[in-house]
């Protein structure tokens, strides 16, 4: 019997996973964490076989709860999941120590059999990413701007792009408005960028929003 440890801030999301999970006969929701601090301060204290981490969590977001487990239980397997397109975030994690990587939009189907196939020791990444990963391979061009950005100007950049504020970012973030200002500067100065404009455009060109 799989033991995995659930965390996503969302309940009802939580409770949906656990559904579907208790629906096979193989494997149990054993915890369940609503941000990155509850889970780094429970994970270690009992033996889990696998970790569902959402990405998108206030304070630490998924991927730098990800490094934390990583450096601690680097066997301990990673499933993230994501409302953001593969596109945004797949790759970060996969280089971070994840074993998978799905979007909620996906099916429960889907979910199992990568829960299944990381569990033994596998990576789990969609079709359409499998692809995306190969042709990146191919490529000669030099690395794109916004692989320069630390995880979390990387996240605070997506949702510049997709049209939020600071305050709102801010917000969902748990960060203040100054700080969040200050990652805008970074991230433009970083991206060789002069305004949110040139960003939301530059993310539109390379498919980081849709």
């Known amino acids: 019997m799989l033991k995995i440890f659930v965390a996503d801030d969302h309940a009802i999301v939580r409770r949906g996973l656990r559904q579907i ?10 915890a369940e964490a609503e941000g990155g601090d509850d889970l780094l301060s429970r994970v270690f204290q009992e033996h889990y076989d696998l ?12 991927l730098e709860v990800l490094k934390h487990l990583k ?3 680097p066997r301990l397997p990673v499933l993230m999941l994501s409302i ?11 280089k971070a ?6 979007t909620k939009e ?11 196939k990381i569990s033994k020791g596998g990576k789990y990444v969609s079709p359409d990413l499998a692809e995306k990963i190969i042709a990146q391979l191919d490529t000669n061009d030099g690395k794109p701007l916004h692989s320069t950005l630390s995880n979390r100007e990387y996240q605070v950049m997506c949702m510049f792009a997709s049209g939020k504020k600071v305050k709102e970012i801010a917000d969902v973030l748990s960060l203040s408005i100054q700080t ?13 960028l002069n305004g949110i404009g040139d960003l939301i455009r530059y993310a539109v060109k390379h ?4």
């Not at 970790?51 to 998924?62: T, Y």
């Not at 996906?106 to 299944?116: H, N, T």
């Not at 498919?207 to 849709?210: C, I, K, M, S």
Request: no cysteine; charged share 30%; hydrophobic share 40%.
């Open 21 to 30: 999970i208790s629906e096979t006969h193989d494997m149990r929701v054993a």
């Open 51 to 62: 970790v569902l981490l959402d990405i998108s969590m206030p304070g630490a977001n998924g």
């Open 71 to 73: 450096r601690r239980r």
């Open 84 to 94: 953001y397109p593969e596109e945004q975030y797949a790759m970060r994690a996969l």
């Open 97 to 102: 120590g994840a074993s998978g990587y799905l």
């Open 106 to 116: 996906s099916a429960p189907e889907e979910l199992i059999a990568a829960i299944r």
């Open 180 to 192: 969040i200002s200050t990652y805008r500067t970074r991230i433009l100065d970083k991206m060789k």
């Open 207 to 210: 498919r980081l929003v849709e």
